[in-house]
T-cell receptor, first 115, second 115 residues
Framework: AQTVTQSQPEMSVQEAETVTLSCTYD???????LFWYKQPPSRQMILVIR??????QNATENRFSVNFQKAAKSFSLKISDSQLGDAAMYFC????????????FGTGTSLTVIP | DGGITQSPKYLFRKEGQNVTLSCEQN?????MYWYRQDPGQGLRLIYY???????QKGDIAEGYSVSREKKESFPLTVTSAQKNPTAFYLC??????????????FGSGTQLSVL
């Protein structure tokens, strides 16, 4: 099974500041996808951003961007201009073409936004 | 609107009782998944199904059973053999064979507790 590691159980950021959440993964595949999902207190899982491994360009979605380092198997999420609504659990996830269509999740990072 | 509906939102199980969690989707997705979420452990895969009348065990299938008689429905039964069923259960689906839209869509979850 693939492994996804989030080494920061908790993070905090001042409102309007920038924060980076870390994620590393282990795989022998060359074709795969990486995701960041957000889970607010409602517990609804929301896709934040997605990266295809074959694309060299880092994905961006408004204030959210990733730093994808394929050789290092690293996939960090940067949140710019943090807002109170960004407070949530953030999960990193992996899906590979040879892993039976399974998605593997990290243990999550709880982000607190300080007013 | 298309989406995934999980019911009930809260469920209580008595000792020795089987309970069934409902998951229905109208997204016309082929693949469906059940995840269990415990605090600090992220999402763990229980079962998944890529096509009607077929399903595979995930990492923690013991004490659970599923069926996939219709494309839209993927119910999960928590049997009396599952000794620690208290958790948040998430159902998800994805389009099969699409590389441009690879992602999981989630329901709003069911919180199961033991009386």
């Amino acid at each position: 099974a693939q492994t996804v590691t989030q080494s920061q159980p908790e993070m905090s950021v001042q409102e309007a500041e920038t924060v980076t959440l870390s994620c590393t993964y282990d795989t022998s595949e060359s074709d795969y996808y990486l995701f960041w999902y957000k889970q607010p207190p409602s517990r609804q899982m929301i896709l934040v951003i997605r990266q295809e491994a074959y694309k060299q360009q880092n994905a961006t979605e408004n204030r959210f961007s990733v730093n994808f380092q394929k050789a290092a198997k690293s996939f960090s999420l940067k949140i710019s201009d943090s807002q109170l609504g960004d407070a949530a659990m953030y999960f990193c996830a992996y899906s590979g073409s040879n892993t039976g269509n399974q998605f593997y999740f990290g243990t999550g990072t709880s982000l607190t936004v300080i007013p | 609107d298309g989406g995934i509906t999980q019911s009930p939102k809260y469920l209580f199980r008595k000792e020795g009782q089987n309970v069934t969690l409902s998951c229905e989707q109208n997204l016309n997705h082929d693949a469906m998944y059940w995840y269990r979420q415990d605090p600090g452990q992220g999402l763990r895969l229980i079962y998944y199904s890529q096509i009607v009348n077929d399903f595979q065990k995930g990492d923690i299938a013991e004490g659970y059973s599923v069926s996939r008689e219709k494309k839209e429905s993927f119910p999960l039964t928590v049997t009396s053999a599952q000794k620690n069923p208290t958790a948040f259960y998430l159902c998800a689906s994805r389009i099969s064979g699409s590389t441009t839209n690879e992602k999981l869509f989630f329901g709003s979850g069911t919180q199961l507790s033991v009386l």
